[in-house]
């Protein structure tokens, strides 16, 4: 017999089956009241390299590898030794997959794993070469980390550490270190995924830009990965974190902020921020015909800037070709104060001036130059970055449809009644603005849209690299994850409680055969789906989803082919 509150909570779970975005903000709203729930399961971490679960057999997650038959980065002019052989020499350089001298030889980026805030520097497989991702899953594995310092790779030591609040919002947060896995040289290697509320920022530096000195600068980073929040930036900006005003930045934005009609095409474009104001030229703010935005997954966007008279604004696919010019002529004139600049010389990355850190974006490396660099140097470096061979991780035919980093699979529920559901993402969630998750009846004739909120991307577990998370297909940067036991589809917010949730470890199904999938921090409880939506649910619990009945097939899922072609 039903307790009252499993009655509530059943027709709770009911009517947010509808999917109202009332609904499913209320949850919101009455899971701040929910005391954490005390972990009942001894999870017993690491035997040689498996994880065992409650209540299941673990399915590894198993790191993929480098190919041994891949070539170290060849070229003795990498993109600082291109700069400096041209007279414009790097005054800062960062990266989190590979070295941008070809001298280099020392840490790239730092992580910091939450099992015991311990950290651990992430370097070279050797001088001049790609980033040794493998030590990192080693540290991180069965815990979180996050990148707390992305090492400057120029003798200024101008290195990113997680930003102060700023006038604009509070400190920001460091970015997961496992949540944008990539392959460059053809390694697997890490690149930064900003999802809101993260940013990093080196307010004493040396050798950077100041009132009105020349400086270019330019970011790789990805045209699907963007939002129109203020600000993704990389490059010069105010010491105080404060707007100090007109011309105090100097910083390449890439997003698909078009404030000041007309914007052209769909961006998301390169545009200038120099404060108070994104430009893509000197004819209004945002307006520039010739400016229709790089869409592709990794672009390259670029910015110089003499300081006195004149910019240029630049922007490439990172993956083939050359760069084409968006701008190059006059400082802003439309308001007063970028004539000439007066740029501050503190470094951002991720973020506005401000410490405006509601954008998100994806990063893989990034320059800054003294002095006002050539054409032919940006030509240079463009064709080394292709030479990188930026990459998606892809799947091949051998994890096509199966539990595999980098994979695009389907979900397959397997309750009765249901024949060919899948979970997916489906609508908007009120004020968050994201996506609820359900089982839904498809086909390959289904709508494309439909097929793709059913496709999601196997990720390294953001908190455990021997579990998995779920990116959304359609909605890039969008994890699965529970909150007050509900299952979603939403950014991750940078925060070790949001990247448990988006964690599961797999086990064998439930009902035997398939798969299980075992909350991260909450390992009692597995992903459900009950009444045609997702939760997460513990056998015999308190809520309506735990209910007793069909637990174990309503736990289990088939790992299929990905629906979107
Ligand atoms: O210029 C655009 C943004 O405006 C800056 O990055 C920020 O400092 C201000 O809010």
Same mark, same amino acid.
């Given at each position: ?445 289904? =709508?494309? /849209?439909?097929?793709? $909120? %059913? *496709?999601?991307?196997?990720?390294? #577990?953001? !908190?455990? @690299? ?28 940078? =925060?070790? /409680?949001?990247?448990? $949730? %988006? *964690?599961?470890?797999?086990?064998? #199904?439930? !009902?035997? @055969? ?52």
């Amino acid at each position: 017999m039903r307790t009252l509150e499993s009655f509530v909570a059943a027709m709770i779970a009911k009517s947010q089956s509808s999917t109202g975005a009332a609904s499913r903000g209320n949850r919101r709203k009455d899971a701040k009241s929910r005391v954490l729930a005390i972990f009942t399961c001894l999870f017993v971490p690491f035997v040689a390299g498996s994880v065992i679960g409650c209540g299941g057999t673990s399915i590894h997650n198993v790191s993929s590898t480098t190919s041994p038959s891949q070539p170290a980065q060849s070229s003795t002019t990498l993109p600082c030794d291109i700069y400096f052989n041209t007279g414009t020499p790097c005054v800062a350089a960062h990266s989190t997959t590979r070295a941008l001298f070809a001298t280099y030889d020392g840490p790239l980026y730092r992580v910091q794993r939450s099992s015991d805030n311990t950290t651990l520097d992430v370097g070279l497989l050797k001088a001049g070469d790609y980033a040794n991702a493998a030590a990192q899953d080693t540290f991180c594995a069965g815990t979180y980390c996050t990148v707390t310092k992305i090492y400057d790779q120029t003798a200024n030591h101008n290195d990113l550490t997680i930003g102060p609040a700023g006038g604009a919002d509070p400190a920001d947060v460091g970015v997961p270190a496992n949540g944008l896995p990539v392959v460059a040289g053809g390694h697997s290697v890490y690149g930064l995924s900003f999802t809101g509320g993260q940013g990093y920022r080196n307010s004493k530096t040396t050798g950077i830009a100041t009132n009105g000195e020349p400086e270019g600068m330019y970011m790789v980073a990805s045209g699907t990965h963007v939002n129109n929040n203020c600000c993704f930036d990389y490059g010069n900006a105010e010491v105080s974190g404060n707007n100090t005003g007109n011309g105090h930045m100097d910083a390449v934005n890439f997003g698909v902020e078009c404030w000041f009609l007309p914007c052209t095409g769909a961006g998301p474009w390169v545009q200038a921020d120099l404060e108070n104001g994104l430009f893509a030229s000197d004819w209004g703010y945002n307006t520039n015909p010739a400016n229709t935005g790089f869409p592709q997954p990794f672009v390259s966007a670029w910015l110089k800037n003499d300081g006195q008279t004149k910019m240029a604004l630049k922007g490439g696919d990172a993956q083939s070709g050359a760069l084409t010019t968006e701008y190059a002529g006059s400082l802003p004139t439309i308001s007063s104060g970028y004539i000439p600049m007066s740029q501050e010389g503190s470094v951002i990355l991720g973020i506005g001036g401000d410490n405006s850190n509601n954008s998100v974006g994806n990063f893989f490396e990034g320059v800054m130059t003294g002095g006002y660099p050539t054409d032919a140097s940006e030509t240079d470096v463009q064709a080394n970055i292709v030479n990188v061979g930026y990459d998606v991780v892809k799947a091949n035919s051998a994890t096509a449809g199966k539990l595999a980093v980098g994979s695009e699979i389907s979900i397959q529920v397997t309750s009765s009644g249901y024949t060919n559901a899948y979970l997916r993402r489906e609508g908007s969630d009120g004020a968050y603005g994201y996506g609820g998750i359900i089982a839904s009846q498809l086909s390959s004739s289904s =709508a494309a /849209a439909d097929l793709g $909120d %059913a *496709t999601w991307v196997v990720r390294t #577990g953001l !908190a455990d @690299s021997t579990c998995f998370s779920f990116e959304s297909r359609n909605h890039p940067g969008e994890f699965m994850r529970h909150y007050s036991y509900v299952a979603y589809s939403e950014p991750w917010t940078g =925060a070790e /409680a949001t990247a448990k $949730d %988006a *964690t599961f470890c797999a086990v064998a #199904g439930n !009902a035997g @055969s398939g798969y299980s999938f075992q909350s991260k921090n909450y390992p009692t409880k597995y992903l459900r789906l009950y009444e045609g939506s997702a939760f997460v649910a513990a056998e015999g619990g308190s809520n309506a989803w735990d209910a007793k009945a069909s637990y174990g097939q309503d736990t289990t899922f088939l790992v299929v082919n990905p629906l979107k072609p």
